[in-house]
């Protein structure tokens, strides 16, 4: 009995991403860190930034931290804000910065397994429009 091309490849791609990544170890308990989630902000269907949330720390990026950018050239800023009971926990901004630039990393320590919105806004001066609200999990 012959094993068919694409099942062959299956096989190759699946024991390569053993030998890349490692298998995993019997009785291991620790899992890496899920990765950050980007999410491009848009208006009138335009690019205009992104929302980058790391829910764990990996490496020198924090946990339960957003990175704001603003990714294009057109007078406007960026602010977020994830509000918890009326409390602003954690906000970034891009006001005041020639674009492309992205915020440093935003972070506080916030409880486990829940689910956080991020309101996100346009700023220009005193003037500001709101943009979207994107969920995270801590």
Not at 39 to 56: F, P
Not at 83 to 94: D, F, K, P, Q, Y
């Given at each position: 009995?012959?094993?068919?091309?694409?099942?062959?490849l299956?096989?190759?791609?699946?024991?390569?991403?053993?030998?890349?990544?490692?298998?995993p170890?019997?009785?291991a308990?620790?899992?890496?860190?899920?990765?950050?989630?980007?999410?491009?902000?848009r208006?009138n269907?335009?690019?205009?930034?992104?929302?980058?949330?790391?829910?764990d720390?990996?490496?020198?990026?924090?946990?339960?931290?957003?990175?704001?950018?603003?990714?294009?050239?057109?007078?406007?800023?960026l602010?977020?804000?994830?509000?918890?009971?009326?409390?602003?926990?954690?906000?970034?901004?891009?006001?005041?910065?020639?674009?492309?630039?992205?915020?440093?990393?935003?972070?506080r320590?916030?409880?486990?397994?829940?689910?956080?919105?991020?309101?996100?806004?346009?700023?220009?001066?005193?003037?500001?429009r709101?943009?979207?609200?994107?969920?995270?999990?801590?």
């Amino acid at each position: 009995m012959s094993i068919s091309t694409p099942a062959k490849l299956g096989t190759f791609l699946a024991a390569s991403c053993l030998l890349a990544w490692g298998a995993p170890s019997a009785g291991a308990q620790e899992s890496a860190p899920p990765p950050s989630e980007l999410t491009y902000l848009r208006h009138n269907g335009t690019v205009v930034g992104s929302l980058t949330w790391n829910q764990d720390p990996a490496g020198t990026v924090p946990g339960d931290a957003l990175q704001l950018c603003d990714l294009e050239a057109d007078g406007w800023g960026l602010e977020v804000e994830l509000v918890n009971g009326g409390l602003v926990e954690i906000e970034a901004s891009t006001r005041g910065h020639s674009s492309p630039w992205c915020s440093p990393w935003k972070t506080r320590n916030l409880p486990e397994n829940r689910t956080w919105p991020v309101d996100v806004y346009m700023v220009q001066g005193s003037s500001f429009r709101t943009l979207d609200t994107v969920y995270v999990n801590s």
